[in-house]
């Protein structure tokens, strides 16, 4: 407990630094990059997508804006600024242009100044913003930054329609600032191509339900205990669930670990070989998909899987990054107490999961 309240004492302080070197660095960086004069969209011929993060569920969405423009603008070039790992994802899925860069941080925004004026606009649409992200836009010194409710910040000077809440939308919203709206109706998320590229063993005669313990932060993992203890009970309550793990790299030992404590025969590795392309094409094929908020829902939206999905108790988030299958359901982990507190992503309530799952699947 006491470990818990220091944590949360050197988030809060962190949260405040943070605010601190933004509001010093936007007396020098904060400013309209055309001085008040109207943004002309129509002359735009060269974008840069800010995906800095390495965060692949922003990746997979940022898709739809490529596909958009590359289906009805074609005469403007969009390149994606990413890190190795999703840069990888998005060249994959769009075919687009990359430029590779280091993970976010006030280093590499610096270095972004070796691109200043190469793009006439720059999209960079999250939630949050801080100074690395002004920074960065800074240095880029496109002449239109192209935002989501930033209207305090001058630097973005076009802004999307702020009722975009999920990410989905938000890029759905860029795109219809160059296309007409009516041709953007039927647009789908791209995924990388998995069909040809990867076999299946024979799934069961069960209901076979894809299991994902992995979030991107400590606190949206299972731990192995209790990676162990959801399946046990799971097992005893539905008789005709088969499971099969996902892959994760870094976790596969501690999947292997858990297959073998459970010893049953309606649990399995799927690989050992992590891989998108695996993870894609098992999600393609089962009757539900169980996992933390990561990027595996948005996987499972872009396949129409059905999806049962655990998320914090933060109704912003939830709206931005919901799952998008036409069946899906969320279980809810306690409200954390304030901003700086953190709940294990295993902290709900097991009688929500069974009536959530039974919607699904009936016995």
Same mark, same amino acid.
């Given at each position: 407990?006491?470990?818990?309240?220091?944590?949360?004492?050197? +988030? &809060?302080?962190?949260?405040?630094?943070?605010?601190? /070197?933004?509001?010093? $660095? !936007?007396?020098? *960086?904060?400013?309209?990059?055309?001085?008040?004069?109207?943004?002309?969209?129509?002359?735009?011929?060269?974008?840069?997508?800010?995906?800095?993060?390495?965060?692949?569920?922003?990746?997979?969405?940022?898709?739809?804006?490529? +596909? &958009?423009?590359?289906?009805?603008?074609?005469?403007? /070039?969009?390149?994606? $600024? !990413?890190?190795? *790992?999703?840069?990888?994802?998005?060249?994959?899925?769009?075919?687009?242009?990359?430029?590779?860069?280091?993970?976010?941080?006030?280093?590499?925004?610096?270095?972004?100044?070796?691109?200043?004026?190469?793009?006439?606009?720059?999209?960079?649409?999250?939630?949050?913003?801080?100074?690395?992200?002004?920074?960065?836009?800074?240095?880029?010194?496109?002449?239109?930054?192209?935002?989501?409710?930033?209207?305090?910040?001058?630097?973005?000077?076009?802004?999307?329609?702020?009722?975009?809440?999920?990410?989905?939308?938000?890029?759905?919203?860029?795109?219809?600032?160059?296309?007409?709206?009516?041709?953007?109706?039927?647009?789908?998320?791209?995924?990388?191509?998995?069909?040809?590229?990867?076999?299946?063993?024979?799934?069961?005669?069960?209901?076979?339900?894809?299991?994902?313990?992995?979030?991107?932060?400590?606190?949206?993992?299972?731990?192995?205990?209790?990676?162990?203890?959801?399946?046990?009970?799971?097992?005893?309550?539905?008789?005709?669930?088969?499971?099969?793990?996902?892959?994760?790299?870094?976790?596969?030992?501690?999947?292997?670990?858990?297959?073998?404590?459970?010893?049953?025969?309606?649990?399995?590795?799927?690989?050992?070989?992590?891989?998108?392309?695996?993870?894609?094409?098992?999600?393609?094929?089962?009757?539900?998909?169980?996992?933390?908020?990561?990027?595996?829902?948005?996987?499972?939206?872009?396949?129409?899987?059905?999806?049962?999905?655990?998320?914090?108790?933060?109704?912003?988030?939830?709206?931005?990054?919901?799952?998008?299958?036409s069946q899906s359901e969320v279980v809810l982990n306690p409200k954390a107490k304030?901003?700086?507190?953190?709940?294990?992503?295993?902290?709900?309530?097991?009688?929500?999961?069974?009536?959530?799952?039974?919607?699904?699947?009936?016995?």
């Open positions: 407990m006491i470990i818990k309240t220091l944590k949360t004492k050197n +988030r &809060a302080i962190r949260n405040r630094i943070k605010a601190w /070197k933004l509001h010093r $660095i !936007s007396k020098k *960086f904060d400013k309209d990059p055309l001085s008040g004069q109207t943004p002309n969209l129509e002359m735009v011929r060269s974008i840069a997508i800010l995906r800095w993060d390495n965060k692949l569920g922003d990746a997979i969405m940022c898709g739809v804006f490529i +596909r &958009a423009l590359q289906q009805f603008r074609p005469d403007i /070039k969009v390149t994606v $600024i !990413s890190p190795a *790992f999703c840069a990888n994802w998005i060249k994959k899925a769009t075919g687009c242009d990359i430029l590779l860069c280091e993970k976010r941080s006030q280093k590499t925004a610096l270095g972004f100044k070796k691109y200043q004026g190469k793009f006439d606009a720059v999209i960079e649409l999250g939630s949050s913003f801080d100074f690395k992200e002004l920074i960065a836009l800074q240095q880029l010194g496109a002449a239109i930054n192209i935002g989501y409710n930033k209207q305090s910040h001058p630097i973005f000077n076009v802004n999307i329609d702020s009722n975009a809440v999920h990410f989905k939308e938000r890029y759905l919203a860029a795109a219809k600032l160059f296309c007409s709206e009516e041709l953007l109706t039927d647009t789908t998320i791209p995924v990388i191509p998995f069909e040809q590229q990867i076999v299946l063993p024979t799934l069961s005669k069960y209901h076979n339900i894809a299991i994902n313990f992995f979030g991107s932060s400590k606190y949206r993992q299972f731990s192995e205990v209790e990676a162990t203890k959801l399946i046990t009970r799971w097992l005893q309550d539905f008789p005709n669930d088969h499971f099969y793990f996902i892959p994760v790299p870094d976790k596969v030992s501690t999947l292997k670990n858990i297959v073998k404590q459970i010893n049953n025969d309606r649990v399995t590795l799927i690989s050992e070989t992590p891989s998108l392309e695996l993870t894609l094409k098992l999600l393609s094929k089962v009757d539900l998909c169980f996992t933390p908020d990561t990027s595996v829902v948005h996987m499972a939206s872009a396949l129409n899987t059905p999806t049962l999905a655990i998320y914090a108790d933060d109704p912003q988030n939830l709206k931005e990054w919901h799952p998008l299958s304030n901003n700086n507190d953190r709940v294990y992503v295993y902290d709900f309530k097991w009688q929500d999961l069974k009536e959530k799952r039974l919607k699904f699947l009936q016995e």
